[in-house]
């Protein structure tokens, strides 16, 4: 092999290690931001809850989540009903 290949080859794994490292710092960094953007969400989160946020009353959301759960139950019923008994239409 000839020194002039060599040397071309010697740099390209040079340019090759050194925008492995920026590329790796350039992720690391909006890996940080993504992480410090979700911890601001769940800490502020959680120091907003209050206990009435879950009643039933017009302060809290009690009544929301209870009618998505019947509505998540219904719907997964007539799915397995459906599955089990063969039935393949859509309801």
Same mark, same amino acid.
């Given at each position: 092999?000839?020194?002039?290949?060599?040397?071309?080859?010697?740099?390209?794994?040079?340019?090759? %290690?050194?925008?492995?490292?920026?590329?790796? /710092?350039? /992720?690391? &960094? &909006?890996?940080?931001?993504?992480?410090?953007?979700?911890?601001?969400?769940?800490?502020?989160?959680?120091?907003?809850?209050?206990?009435?946020?879950?009643? &039933?009353?017009?302060?809290?959301?009690?009544?929301?989540?209870? %009618?998505?759960?019947?509505?998540? &139950?219904?719907? %997964? *019923?007539?799915?397995?009903? /459906?599955?089990? *008994? /063969?039935?393949?239409?859509?309801?």
């Amino acid at each position: 092999m000839s020194e002039k290949l060599r040397h071309r080859i010697q740099r390209a794994k040079r340019i090759n %290690a050194l925008m492995t490292g920026v590329f790796t /710092g350039i /992720g690391g &960094f &909006f890996l940080g931001l993504i992480i410090v953007l979700a911890g601001y969400i769940i800490i502020h989160g959680l120091m907003s809850y209050y206990p009435g946020l879950l009643s &039933f009353t017009s302060k809290g959301i009690g009544n929301q989540l209870g %009618a998505s759960d019947q509505r998540s &139950f219904g719907s %997964a *019923c007539r799915h397995i009903h /459906g599955g089990i *008994c /063969g039935r393949h239409e859509a309801y």
